[in-house]
C-alpha cells in the first residue's frame, strides 16, 4: 500500500487517526502504540505475506537481541557478541536480498538473465528497517537513556511482551516503513513519553493534513509529469539512438527534479501522516537543490540517510584512521589521507551502494566522494578565506550554486543510467550538438512542465520553511534559508490557506488514478 493509494488515504489512515485518538486517552500510550502497530502491519501486509514474515522474523531477532544487550551483565565481551548477531542477521540478510545476484553474476559465468524476477526483487523497505534497528541496536549496547527508557523493565512475562511491542512499533510505524525517514530512538522517546500523548491537538491536524496535501502535489502533479520525458531519454540513451541535444539536456533535468519531488514528496507524507497522530519525525529534505556545494548539498538531501551511515562507516573509520596515524608517527598529509580522505571516499561509496550494486552507483560515489574531498580542502586555504572577505554571501552562495548546479545534474544522469556505456552516449548527445540543434517538439512539450518545475525549486520556500511557524519536523541539520524573501511565504491556519491546500489536493487527485510507484522502493 502506498500513501498515494485511496484506500490509505481515505479509509486506512482516518480510521487509524478516529481510533487512534479515542482510545489511546482511555486505555494509555502503550495501548496507543499497539493499535498503531496493528495499523501498520496492515499497510505492510499489502506487499506480501513473504515480504511481511521477513519483516516480522527481523524484528524478533532484533528484538532477541535488544533483551540480551539490555540484561546480560556488564561484562563487555558477551553484550559485544550479541551486538554482532544482531547486525550480523540485519545486514546479512540486507545482503542476501539485495547483492547476491549481483555477487554471483560478478564471479561466475552466470548474468542478472540467469535469475528471476522474484529472485531479483528486494524486498520493500528492507534496505530502511535495517538501518533503523541497527542504530537501535548500537544505542542498546551503549544502553542509551533513550532505550531503557522506552523498553522499560523487561522483568516478567507481560512487560517483555509490552516491550516487544515498542520495540515492534518503532521499527513498523508505517509513516517512516517503507522509505524512511531513519529516526533515533532519543528523537521519538521523548514524544511517546510526553503526557500528551494521545490526545488531540488541532495544531498537529492542520500541519499533518498541510504536509501531506503538499506531499501528494509534489508526487502526481509534479514528479509523475516530468516522468514520461524522463524515462523517453533515458531509455533512448540506452539503445543508443541519436537526440536532439537540447532534448538530452531536458531529460537529464526532468529526472534530476523528478528524483528530488518524488522522495520529497514521500518525506512531506511521511512526515505529515505521522504528525497527524502527534509525532515530529526528523526533517529529511531542505532545499537541496538550491544548495551552494556538495558539502552544503549532503546537508539537504536525505539527511537522515547521511547521518545513519556517517555513523556506522565515516566516524569509526575516520577514528580508526586518526589513532593509526598517531600510533605510526606519520607526517601530516598521510595522517590527512588516513583520517578524513579514505574514510570519505569509503563513506560515499557506502552511500551509493546502499542503492544498490551497479557500476553506474560505484562510480557515483567516487565522483562525490572525491568532490567532496575537493571542495573541504579547498575551503580551508588561504585563497578561499580570502576570496571570502572580498565578497558577500550572497554573490557566493549565487556563483556557488550555478557552478554547482551542472556537475551534479551530470552526476544523477550518470545515477539514473543502466550501464557506463549508456551514461556516455548520453554525454555525447547532450554535448554534441548543443548549440547547433533547434528545440525539438519533444523537448518543447516538456519545456511547459520543466520551467515551472524548477521555478518552484528555486523560488518558493519548501514544505518545511512553508510550515516553519508550526515545527513540523525535527532539525536534521541547521540550514541556512535560501529562498528569495517575496517568496518566503508561511502557512497559517486560515480559510485563504485552507482554500488553496484544497485546491492543490483536488488537482492531486485529478491525477491519482495512475498510481506509479515512488522511486525510491526500487532501492
Known amino acids: 500500500m502506498l500513501f498515494t493509494s485511496p484506500t490509505f488515504l481515505f479509509l486506512l489512515y482516518p480510521l487509524a487517526l478516529v481510533a487512534f485518538y479515542m482510545l489511546t486517552p482511555r486505555f494509555g500510550a502503550s495501548f496507543g502504540l499497539g493499535l498503531l502497530l496493528i495499523v501498520s502491519l496492515l499497510f505492510y501486509t499489502a506487499w506480501g505475506s513473504f515480504y511481511f514474515l521477513l519483516l516480522i522474523c527481523s524484528i524478533t531477532a532484533n528484538f532477541a537481541s535488544v533483551y540480551f ?3 546480560t551483565p ?12 544482531g547486525l550480523v542477521y540485519d545486514f546479512g540478510t540486507l545482503f542476501w536480498f539485495k547483492y547476491r545476484w549481483f555477487v554471483v553474476s560478478t564471479f561466475t559465468s552466470g548474468t542478472a538473465h540467469d535469475f528471476s524476477v522474484v529472485d531479483l526483487a528486494i524486498p520493500v523497505g528492507i534496505s530502511f528497517y535495517t538501518f533503523q534497528q541497527a542504530i537501535f541496536l548500537v544505542d542498546a549496547y551503549y544502553r542509551d537513556a533513550s532505550v531503557l527508557a522506552y523498553l522499560g523493565d523487561m522483568r516478567g512475562l507481560w512487560a517483555k511482551l509490552r516491550a516487544y511491542v515498542r520495540h515492534a512499533f518503532f521499527v513498523a510505524f508505517f509513516p517512516h516503513l517503507l522509505i524512511g525517514p531513519i529516526i533515533y530512538l532519543k528523537e521519538f522517546q521523548p514524544q511517546i513519553a510526553n503526557p500528551t500523548f494521545g490526545k488531540v491537538r488541532r495544531r498537529n491536524l492542520e500541519a499533518g493534513l498541510t504536509l501531506i496535501a503538499l506531499g501528494l502535489f509534489k508526487k502526481i502533479v509534479i514528479a509523475d509529469h516530468l516522468a514520461p520525458l524522463a524515462d523517453l531519454v533515458f531509455e533512448v540513451s540506452h539503445s543508443h539512438v541519436a537526440l536532439p541535444a537540447v532534448t538530452a539536456w531536458l531529460g537529464a533535468m526532468a529526472y534530476y527534479a523528478q528524483l528530488y519531488f518524488d522522495f520529497s514528496g514521500y518525506s512531506d507524507m511521511a512526515l505529515g501522516t505521522a504528525r497527524g497522530l502527534g509525532i515530529r519525525f526528523p526533517i529529511n529534505f531542505y532545499s537541496p537543490l538550491k544548495a551552494v556545494g556538495i558539502m552544503d548539498f549532503y546537508r539537504r538531501w536525505h539527511m537522515t540517510l547521511t547521518r545513519a551511515i556517517a555513523r556506522f562507516f565515516y566516524i569509526p573509520l575516520s577514528l580508526s584512521g586518526a589513532r593509526a596515524a598517531q600510533r605510526w608517527k606519520l607526517p601530516k598529509s598521510s595522517a590527512r589521507i588516513l583520517g578524513q580522505w579514505l574514510p570519505l571516499l569509503l ?7 546502499w542503492h544498490n550494486a551497479r557500476t553506474t552507483f560505484v562510480l557515483f560515489g567516487i565522483f562525490h566522494g572525491a568532490w567532496y574531498i575537493a571542495e573541504s580542502e579547498a575551503r580551508k586555504t588561504r ?3 580570502l576570496w571570502c572577505s572580498m565578497t558577500t554571501d550572497r554573490t557566493r552562495a549565487f556563483l556557488g550554486r550555478a557552478v554547482f548546479f551542472i556537475p551534479m545534474l551530470l552526476s544523477f544522469a550518470l545515477f539514473r543510467s543502466s550501464s557506463v556505456a549508456d551514461f556516455f552516449h548520453l554525454l555525447a548527445q547532450m554535448f554534441g550538438g548543443m548549440f547547433t540543434q533547434s528545440l525539438h517538439g519533444l523537448g518543447l512539450r516538456y519545456l511547459g512542465i520543466i ?3 524548477y521555478g518552484v525549486l528555486w523560488l518558493f520556500p519548501n514544505s518545511m520553511e512553508f510550515l516553519r511557524r508550526y515545527r513540523p519536523g525535527i532539525p536534521t541539520y541547521e540550514n541556512r534559508i535560501y529562498g528569495w524573501k517575496p517568496f518566503l511565504i508561511a502557512w497559517r491556519p486560515s480559510w485563504l490557506w485552507a482554500v488553496a491546500v484544497g485546491a492543490l489536493t483536488l488537482v492531486s487527485l485529478h491525477y491519482m488514478g495512475q498510481q506509479p510507484l515512488f522511486l525510491y522502493l526500487g532501492f
Request: proline share 4%.
Open 347 to 353: 563513506n560515499f561509496e557506502a552511500i551509493a551502494l
Open 451 to 453: 520551467v515551472p518545475a
Open 69 to 71: 544487550l539490555l540484561t
Open 383 to 385: 585563497g578561499w578565506k
Open 74 to 85: 556488564d561484562e563487555k565481551r558477551y553484550r559485544r557478541l550479541f551486538l554482532w548477531l
